[in-house]
């Protein structure tokens, strides 16, 4: 029987890594605001239809979010500060699983939510692009 000592480096790094990219991706859109440069994605339907997506500006709600503009954040995104509690908590649970060397859960949705959640997208996309709602 083969037994792998691990790694010091990879003891390390694993719980080191995702706090590592959200800091990174933290002053990167606090570094380079997407209203200001013009290298974050394009949302191709906004772009084919010029019709906004369910997505559309969540990139700009995020930023106004991580600068404490809470009210910039609903008017760019309203779904955004909405859901990030609970992709949050998600986050965290993932994280504490991983620190504990277990594998991830893939979350396992009930369908009446499930078609909840895209009949609110439906709504809100809808909502968001009646000619009322830009004035």
Known sequence: ?????????ADILRPALPPAIIAFFTVLLLGFPPAQY??????PIYQ???LQCPGCGATRALVAL?????????????????????AVAYGILCYSRLLRRKPLLCLQVPSVILYA???A?????VVRNLPLHSL
């Open 117 to 119: 959640a895209f009949a």
């Open 66 to 86: 991580l600068r404490g503009h809470f009210a910039d954040a609903i008017s760019l995104n309203a779904l955004v500060p909405l859901l990030l509690p609970f």
């Open 38 to 43: 013009s290298f974050y994605p394009q949302c």
């Open 121 to 125: 997208a439906a709504v809100f996309t």
């Open 48 to 50: 084919l239809f010029h």
């Open 1 to 9: 029987m083969i037994h792998r000592r691990r790694s010091r480096i």
